[in-house]
């Protein structure tokens, strides 16, 4: 059973920073990976999709990377700003159409 | 173009009724999954569909009938709700199984008195 993990559970910054979130997934088997945005109360955005035979996906001030081996993606956050705040959520999805999805990480940037 | 809705967006019921919550996809894809979310936590997949007619189980579907009649719609229900069934609930699609991204829609709020 895939199961992904998403670390830290929340983090704090001030305006500016440049920050990483982690995602670890144990079943090396997919087909891509998806970073979602959600605000509060709201439905989930799509950031980024990197698909299996990708290392890295960039959208802006985001980049998202792919070590399947390892079992690892990170999604890289520059130059951060308040409205970046939000949780952040990763998917796992495999070649049989499903989705696993971390807790997410709660994004805090401080003014 | 309206992409993805759903309906209601809030509901309330008691213990022991039957609750339908509606999703609704203006692109024809394929495929489309419920979820639900838990305060805190990610997403679980409940049910989903590859196309209209064909339904299969996610992680968490006791207590929940899906139905694919159409390939637009692809309703949830909630044969006997329960408090443990207080949750939001998220449906999604995709064009098909392959590379493409998943679309949400806004979520509906279910509170089981």
């Known amino acids: 059973k895939q199961e992904v993990t998403q670390i830290p559970a929340a983090l704090s910054v001030p305006e500016g920073e440049n920050l990483v979130l982690n995602c670890s997934f144990t079943d090396s088997a997919i087909y891509n990976l998806q970073w979602f945005r959600q605000d509060p109360g709201k439905g989930l955005t799509s950031l980024l999709l990197?698909?299996?035979?990708?290392r890295e996906q960039t959208s802006g001030r985001l980049n998202a990377s792919l070590d399947k081996s390892s079992g690892r993606s990170t999604l890289y956050i520059a130059a951060s700003q308040p409205g970046d705040s939000a949780t952040y959520l990763c998917?796992?999805?495999?070649?049989?159409?499903?989705?696993?999805f971390g807790d997410g990480t709660t994004l805090t940037v401080k003014p | 173009d309206a992409g993805i809705t759903q309906s209601p967006r809030y509901k309330i019921t008691e213990t022991g009724r039957q609750v339908t919550l509606m999703c609704h996809q203006t692109?024809?894809?394929?495929?489309m999954f419920w979820y639900r979310q838990d305060l805190g936590h990610g997403l679980r997949l409940i049910y989903y569909?590859?196309?209209?007619?064909?339904?299969d189980k996610g992680e968490v579907p006791d207590g929940y009938v899906v139905s694919r009649s159409k390939t637009e719609n692809f309703p949830l229900t909630l044969e006997s709700a329960t408090r443990s069934q207080t949750s939001v609930y998220f449906c999604?699609?995709?064009?098909?199984?392959?590379?493409?991204?998943?679309?949400f829609g806004p979520g509906t709020r279910l509170l089981v008195l």
């Open positions: 569909s590859a196309a209209a007619d064909i339904t």
């Open positions: 998917a796992v999805n495999t070649n049989a159409g499903k989705s696993t």
């Open positions: 999604a699609s995709r064009v098909d199984r392959s590379q493409e991204t998943q679309y």
């Open positions: 990197i698909q299996s035979s990708q």
């Open positions: 692109w024809s894809h394929s495929y």
